[in-house]
């Protein structure tokens, strides 16, 4: 059967923004993308990879550098008129009642005053807060709260329902009954809208509510991925075809390529070697990953061991991607497996540790040997951390850049490299003779 014209259709959209000294950094790049009547639509991908900026150009919060949203066809300027967005935090009005800020949603529509009270109270009783009109959000407990904004986004009937990882601030109880709820006025169609596009980092939560998923990659964020999800409701977390779809989804995000800046950028911001870009995780977390994984003979199902640490691709995938980094583990098929290296590094003293991570840093994230030079090169063998910052603001933007230099700067402590002054922002090495103090 034919799909006709699609609700959503992204035509090679791209997202930039400005950094400092107006250099431009590249968020989405070329996505396109089509949502059709009857879908339920995931959208997974490495923190900080423009899910959510996504979301928002589809919503029409957001416009695109370049490229187009059409909605049925047809472009749209301001917010998309078809479509209703529910945001991770509860955004509710405070001074409000539950079946007030519901009726917010209905505040721009063309009817009656009656009209939009009997909606709003309909749509009250469908998300199951029947008895809680009355109430305001600071008499509701988390899942409640994110239900009202569920119903504020229902009531206006939208064709498209965006939601932006509405579940990650519940607890997993709460969390649960919610996604079960949304699922069933989906799947029995008590609900009018046409699709959802569902951004999530969790792909166990993927896998067990949409039909496809989406996978993006970042710096920037592009579609490397469609993966159907054909599995019938309801959907058994522990069962074979589950789990390995789990699997393969985890192997497609954790076999990105590094995020690197092109040899036209490395020239122009004069970097000596490709940008590995560091997931911000501390040392100990890493160390602790490839201790339980040596401990477990040395290989481990990402799938399930993430389930056993209750930890979720937020939190599991930087893990990951920093052993791969500094050439400790490798991932296939979703498994993780430790090399040589990260064997060793299980088994070694702390100190020994620290001198292999400092060689597997040198070796494999560019950046860091780059410090050193500059360190090694300076008579005093001190420098600002503004110097490095701006390096790094013209190759991935203000924001990130701050985040990299202060996970470059944590590392390179940790493994001896140099140290960092926080009152004088200063990176140095430690062990300087102390009649070159006097230099530059």
Not at 224 to 229: D, L, T, Y
Request: aromatic share 8%; hydrophobic share 40%; proline share 4%.
């Amino acid at each position: 059967m034919a799909k006709g014209v699609p609700l959503i259709e992204a035509r090679a959209v791209s997202k930039d923004f400005e950094g400092a000294n107006k250099t431009r950094f590249k968020v989405l790049s070329d996505i396109q993308l089509q949502i059709h009547e009857g879908e339920f639509v995931a959208l997974l991908g490495p923190s900080g990879s423009g899910k959510s900026t996504l979301l928002r150009i589809i919503a029409g919060l957001v416009p695109p550098t370049d490229g187009e949203v059409l909605y049925r066809g047809d472009t749209f300027f301001g917010t998309n008129p078809g479509v209703s967005m529910v945001f991770q935090s509860f955004a509710l009005f405070p001074w409000l009642t539950v079946l007030e800020n519901v009726e917010m949603g209905l505040r721009y529509a063309r009817l009656g005053r009656d009209e939009k009270r009997n909606k709003a109270i309909a749509v009250i009783d469908m998300i199951g807060l029947d008895g809680f009109e009355g109430a305001y959000p600071k008499e509701l407990s988390g899942g409640m709260r994110q239900r009202v904004g569920l119903g504020r986004a229902l009531v206006m009937e939208p064709d498209i329902l965006l939601m932006d990882e509405p579940f990650s601030a519940l607890d997993v109880l709460t969390a649960e009954n919610l996604k079960r709820d949304l699922l069933e006025l989906w799947q029995e169609r008590k609900i009018p809208t046409k699709a959802i596009v569902l951004v999530t980092h969790s792909i166990e939560e993927a896998v067990y509510m949409a039909d496809r998923a989406l996978v993006l990659s970042r710096d920037p964020a592009k579609i490397i991925s469609h993966v159907p999800i054909t599995l019938p409701h309801w959907r058994e977390r522990k069962s074979e075809p589950f789990t390995r779809l789990v699997d393969e989804l985890y192997s497609i995000l954790t076999q990105q390529k590094d995020a690197r800046v092109s040899l036209q950028e490395e020239t122009e911001v004069k970097l000596p070697r490709k940008l590995t870009l560091l997931p911000n995780v501390a040392s100990g977390a890493v160390t602790g990953f490839i201790e339980l994984v040596d401990d477990l003979g040395g290989k481990v199902d990402l799938y399930k061991i993430g389930d056993s640490l209750a930890l979720d691709l937020e939190d599991l995938l930087p893990i990951v991607e920093t052993c791969r980094i500094f050439g400790f583990g490798t991932v296939t098929s979703g498994d993780f497996e430790l090399t040589d290296v990260g064997r060793q590094v299980a088994d070694a003293t702390v100190l020994d540790r620290k001198t292999m991570f400092r060689e597997q840093a040198l070796q494999h994230v560019p950046f860091m040997e780059r410090i050193l030079w500059v360190l090694e090169s300076k008579r005093n063998s001190q420098m600002p951390r503004e110097f490095f910052l701006e390096i790094l603001q013209k190759s991935v933007g203000e924001e990130e850049a701050e985040t990299q230099l202060d996970t470059l700067i944590s590392w390179g402590r940790y493994v001896e490299l140099f140290a960092y002054d926080e009152d004088s922002k200063l990176l140095y090495l430690e062990d300087v003779d102390e009649t070159q103090e006097g230099g530059e």
